[in-house]
C-alpha cells in the first residue's frame, strides 16, 4: 500500500515568479526519502535552483516505522506544488516507482535526497529537455562530489566522488514519462540504492531508446559513514548476481559500469579456503602455498585502498581490518544472490 499526505499548504512565491515559462517542456520531481537531515537542504536548493518549477514534486517517505510526518519547510514556495507518498520501507525503486505512478508531466526527475542542485539547474535542466532528440528516453545530470583540499580523501569519500563519473546515476536523472512507464519503471527486487539505475537502463535501450549526459549540475556531498561502510556494501554484489541473471555476463559493460574486483575477489577467497581444506588433509606444502597466495592477495587489495588515502593511523587500520573480511563476503553475496534469484526475468512492472 501506498500513503498519501497533500501537503494542503499555499507556496510562499508569486504566481508569476513561479511559472513556467510558456513552451517550455513541462517537468516533475520525484525525491524518494528515509528521512536523513540532508532532506532540508535538498528541498531548499530545489526550492531556490528549479526555476521555472516543476509542475509538481513528489517526495516519497520510505521509512520503515516512521516516527512522525516529514519537515518540509524547506520546500518553502514549492510547498503548494508538493505530496508526501509513503512506502513503508520498500527500497528506493519502489520508492520511485510509487512517484512515477503520479506524475502528469511528460518529462520526470529523480533526484535522491542527499543531492543540491546548483543555481541555475532549472534552466538548464529545461534547455536540456527541449534539445533532447525525439529517441532520448533519459537526460543524466552532471554530479559533483565536494572532497576536502587540504587532504588526500579517504576510501569511502573515493568511492561517492566516483559518482561523478557514473552513467546514468538516477541521483539526478530526467526521463520521458511514458517510456518509464512502458517499461514497467524500476526493477523493485534490487532492494538498496544499487544497480537498480543500470538495469533501467538496459532495458530502456533494449527498447530502442537513447541516453544522454545534460549541462545541469548538482552538488552530491559525502555523507557521513562509519569505518564498516564498506563492509556492508558488499550486499551490493547480490544485485550484481541479479544484473547477471537478467543482462548476461558482461552486462557492466554494456551498462557502462565499473567492473570492479569481484573476480580478485573469488581468486583470493578460493586461495585461503584452498589453505584451510589442505591444513586440514595434512597436506602442508600444498596449504603453505595456497595461504601465501591469499596473503599477497589480501595485501595487495589493502595497499590499493591505503595508497591513495590520507594514510592516518585510523584510516590504515581501517583499511587492513576491511580488507580481511571484503573478500570472502563479497564472494558470499554474490553466489547468495545468483542461487536467490535464479530463474529471474526482466521486470515488466507489478501487475
Known amino acids: 500500500m501506498t500513503g498519501r499526505e497533500d501537503t494542503g499548504r499555499p507556496g510562499a512565491g ?7 515559462a510558456p513552451g517550455a517542456p513541462r517537468y516533475s520531481v520525484v525525491v524518494p526519502t528515509i528521512g536523513r537531515p540532508c532532506l532540508d537542504d535538498c ?12 509542475d509538481a514534486v513528489h517526495l516519497v517517505d520510505d521509512r520503515p516505522s516512521p516516527a512522525g510526518p516529514l519537515d518540509v519547510r524547506g520546500a518553502g514556495p514549492l510547498l503548494d506544488r508538493l505530496t508526501v507518498l509513503a512506502t513503508h520501507g520498500r527500497g528506493p525503486a519502489a520508492a520511485r516507482n510509487a512517484g512515477l505512478r503520479d506524475v502528469t508531466t511528460d518529462w520526470v526527475v ?14 538548464r535542466l529545461v ?24 587532504r588526500r580523501p579517504t576510501d569511502w569519500e573515493r568511492c561517492t566522488a566516483g559518482l561523478e563519473d557514473a552513467a546514468w546515476a538516477t541521483a539526478d536523472m530526467a526521463y520521458r514519462t511514458d517510456a518509464l512507464r512502458a517499461v514497467g519503471g524500476f526493477d523493485e527486487r534490487f532492494r538498496r540504492a544499487f544497480r537498480e539505475d543500470a538495469d533501467l537502463v538496459l532495458r530502456l535501450r533494449d ?8 549541462r545541469r549540475e548538482t552538488l552530491h556531498p ?4 562509519d569505518r564498516w561502510v564498506s563492509v556492508r556494501a558488499q550486499r551490493g554484489n547480490a544485485d550484481d548476481a541479479l544484473m547477471r541473471h537478467l543482462h548476461g555476463p558482461r552486462w557492466w559493460a554494456r551498462a557502462e559500469a565499473p567492473r570492479g574486483r569481484l573476480p580478485r575477489h573469488l581468486a583470493v577467497t578460493g586461495a585461503g579456503a584452498a589453505a584451510v581444506a589442505l591444513v586440514l588433509s595434512g597436506r602442508h606444502r600444498g596449504a603453505s602455498l595456497a595461504a601465501a597466495l591469499w596473503a599477497l592477495g589480501t595485501a595487495e587489495f589493502s595497499w590499493a585502498r591505503t595508497a591513495p588515502g590520507p594514510r592516518t593511523a585510523s584510516e590504515i587500520t581501517t583499511m587492513i581490518a576491511t580488507s580481511l573480511v571484503i573478500p570472502p563476503l563479497a564472494v558470499g ?12 526475468v526482466p521486470w515488466k512492472g507489478r501487475p
Open 43 to 54: 528541498l531548499r536548493a530545489l526550492a531556490a535552483s528549479a526555476l521555472p518549477p516543476p
Open 110 to 123: 529523480f533526484l535522491d535526497d542527499d543531492v543540491r542542485i546548483l543555481p541555475g539547474w532549472g534552466a
Open 222 to 225: 559525502v555523507r557521513p559513514a
Open 14 to 20: 508569486g504566481p508569476a515568479e513561479r511559472e513556467t
Open 207 to 214: 527498447a530502442g531508446w537513447d541516453l544522454a549526459r545534460g
Open 127 to 150: 534547455r536540456d529537455l527541449r534539445e533532447a532528440p525525439s529517441r532520448t528516453v533519459g537526460v543524466q545530470g552532471r554530479l559533483h562530489v565536494p572532497l576536502a583540499v587540504d
Open 333 to 344: 553475496h554474490w553466489s547468495a544472490g545468483l542461487l536467490r534469484h535464479r530463474g529471474a
